[in-house]
């Protein structure tokens, strides 16, 4: 096979990938670029400002008594999990192994509690638009089918993206030190599209990858666990260290006080700088009493470095340790590598704003793939029906893609005047708010225009968010600055900083262009 014969098959291969998933990865990278910002999001949204740690920030034991004055918690197992920074922790335990000792069978899926007021909230009653836009960016919203689609969506851009660098690498070095503005429309956005590519290769690359890990592991599981485990779930997931141990109820009562704050304490206490995220009760209240606590060092001092410690309660033993100060398994290895990087938060707020910054790239050099695609198929070697279609199909993506600014910028005024906003009505306001952009700008038919319309649409919604927010909480962006609120200061400094930009955007945009 001749190497022409190579590189066109490359070339349209990788055009072809890349289109077939441009809207869904521009929604991924779009919501995954404000995913970044999750928790001060969420912070933001209920006007809290909380220790920028992994760590727990709680009396443990006033949130068991608390737990057990609504459930009676006696034979349960329970578990306590901190995975964002925020002033809510996840809660969850099981039904009751003595149905006499305590007839309360409910069985707490996930739930949150406030840590200063003790406070438990239902999942869905606690949500927010930090955790919405952050589910969004892998389609948690479509399930069961939206994992799965994001996996494919990520292995896909996979793809494209190695198929473009082999047919770029010839030139790769000189294109991407080419950028003709004045030029043909069609060489405006090829530059573009090189220069930006190339600026976020790296990131693209590591996105694409940890993305498609995250995702597409689930549709492995099945025939993993078949093949291998002989169908063995509970031995699969224990060796890929994803199970807990199981200790035997004994229906004989626990004879002594029980403090799960000394457990802590003393686990913080035999490793300097470790940060306990999840706790495992077992057996609450019965004299086979088990507590593991699980953490990690903190990221400044060591970027793998996961460790637990399981204690006998009655015997106030510690019958296993995981010291995070050895060297990592391959496993543990493999597992937090791919999360950290995919979360991007170990190296602080510097890291976020990059990783914000390189997914806005990448939103543009997808955008500027479908023109590139859109001008190149506006020939008139083409006929007339498929040069429509062509167009109706780019003012499709263009209307989808463009119009996530606006409604983003709108829906954190909205969550703001509609305090401790539902699930339903985040839900509803985005994506109906959503249809509608993308309904008049497909109507409209002015790609220029939806360009231009949004820009200037999410730069006055963007202004008027720390507005909205000092109004609603009267914490103006000076006065959370005073009192040293840094989640909710950085979000409205944010949006105002972002606006700037992208109204100064707007006016640089001053004449439509010509093919």
């Not at 896909?156 to 070095?173: M, R, Y």
């Not at 997808?366 to 780019?394: D, H, P, Q």
């Not at 600055?481 to 105002?496: A, G, L, P, T």
Request: with cysteine; glycine share 6%; hydrophobic share 45%.
């Amino acid at each position: 096979m001749s190497d022409k014969r190579i590189y066109n098959i490359l070339f349209h291969t990788h055009t072809i990938s890349g289109i077939v998933i441009s809207v869904l990865l521009y929604v991924i990278f779009f919501a995954g670029s404000f995913s970044f910002f999750r928790d001060e999001i969420v912070n933001w949204e209920r006007n809290q400002t909380v220790k920028n740690t992994e760590a727990f920030d709680l009396d443990f034991d006033v949130a068991l008594d608390t737990l057990n004055t609504t459930y009676n918690l006696n034979s349960r197992d329970i578990e306590l999990s901190k995975h964002f920074i925020e002033q809510r922790i996840g809660v969850a335990f099981s039904a009751p192994k003595d149905t006499i000792l305590n007839p309360n069978t409910k069985v707490n899926r996930y739930s949150t509690l406030d840590t200063k007021s003790y406070v438990e909230n239902s999942y869905d009653g606690d949500y927010t638009l930090g955790e919405f836009l952050y589910r969004l960016h892998f389609f948690a919203q479509m399930q069961p089918i939206g994992y799965m689609l994001a996996g494919f969506v990520a292995f896909f851009f996979l793809f494209a993206i190695i198929t473009g660098v082999i047919v770029h690498w010839s030139k790769i070095v000189s294109n991407f030190y080419t950028f003709r503005p004045y030029a043909k429309l069609k060489t405006l956005w090829t530059d573009a599209h090189t220069a930006l590519g190339v600026i976020g290769l790296p990131f693209q690359f590591v996105y694409a990858v940890t993305g498609a890990f995250f995702m597409i592991k689930a549709i492995i599981i099945a025939p993993t666990v078949f093949f291998l485990f002989n169908g063995d779930s509970a031995k699969f997931y224990d060796d890929l260290g994803y199970s807990h141990p199981e200790y035997e109820y004994t229906h004989t009562p626990l004879d002594k006080d029980f403090s799960l704050n000394y457990y802590v304490d003393k686990t913080e206490a035999l490793w300097p700088n470790f940060d306990a995220t999840q706790i495992h009760v077992f057996n609450y209240g019965d004299a086979n009493m088990h507590v593991m606590i699980e953490g990690h060092l903190k990221y400044k001092d060591k970027y793998t470095a996961v460790g637990e410690a399981i204690y006998k309660v009655d015997t106030d033993t510690l019958i296993h340790k995981k010291d995070p100060n050895q060297s990592a398994t391959y496993l543990d290895g493999v597992k937090n590598v791919m999360f950290r990087l995919h979360y991007g938060d170990y190296g602080g707020m510097t890291l976020k704003l990059v990783s914000f910054l390189l997914g806005i790239i990448s939103c543009v050099v997808i955008l500027s793939g479908v023109m590139i695609w859109g001008v190149a198929r506006n020939k008139k070697t083409i006929s007339e029906k498929k040069r429509r279609f062509n167009a109706w199909l780019v003012t499709i993506y263009l209307a989808i893609c463009l119009s996530m600014y606006p409604i983003t910028a709108l829906s954190f005024i909205a969550v703001k005047i509609n305090n401790h906003a539902s699930k339903t009505f985040i839900y509803s306001f985005y994506f109906i708010g959503w249809l509608l952009l993308t309904l008049f700008y497909s109507i409209k038919k002015d790609n220029y225009f939806t360009n231009k319309n949004t820009l200037l649409l999410g730069s006055i919604f963007g202004f008027l968010i720390p507005i909205t927010n000092g109004i609603m909480t009267n914490n103006w962006v000076w006065l959370s600055y005073k009192n040293d609120q840094f989640q909710i200061f950085f979000i409205d400094v944010f949006w105002i900083v972002l606006s700037t930009i992208t109204l100064y955007a707007y006016f640089k945009l001053k004449s439509k262009p010509k093919d």
